[in-house]
């Protein structure tokens, strides 16, 4: 160890330093869970705008139910995709909280988006707020997830 020079130890420790990175990458949740999630949103907010208030409630338990099944097994982002399984102390326990918080934005978001169309004058408020969110969860689901993890430290 005495005959390492300092640019060798750099370049040892850069190499590390961008595995580490990639692994991070590696953590998270798959496409198809978002997409999945975004086509949930649609159902719910078409249901929510066509059934009565009980129906699109017990629709929504249902939706709860089920997302909460199949996300327990994935919610540990440990998991995104088949390359790599990393263990729980490398990915954190933060990580579902963050994906909780960040759905619950997303209700905010579409409620208020719904709202702000709603007094617009917009036909089928709910449903166009829904479409807009499940946009931005299918297409940016996992950027978001990355950032909010960055913010957090997760």
Known sequence: MDDVAPEQARSALDVV?????EVA????LPRGYWWAMAAGWVVLGTLGDVLPSW???MATVAFSVGHTTVASRLLDGRRRTDRL????AV???RIPLVVVGMLAGLVG???AAAVALD???AGHAGIWATVLVAAVVGF???EILRVLRRWVRA
């Open 91 to 93: 990915a954190g326990h």
């Open 109 to 111: 978001l579409t409620v």
């Open 25 to 28: 990458e590696e953590i998270g």
């Open 119 to 121: 007094a617009d004058g």
């Open 140 to 142: 940016g689901g996992p």
């Open 55 to 57: 129906a699109a409630g």
């Open 85 to 88: 399984q990393v263990s729980s």
């Open 17 to 21: 330093e961008r595995a580490r990175q």
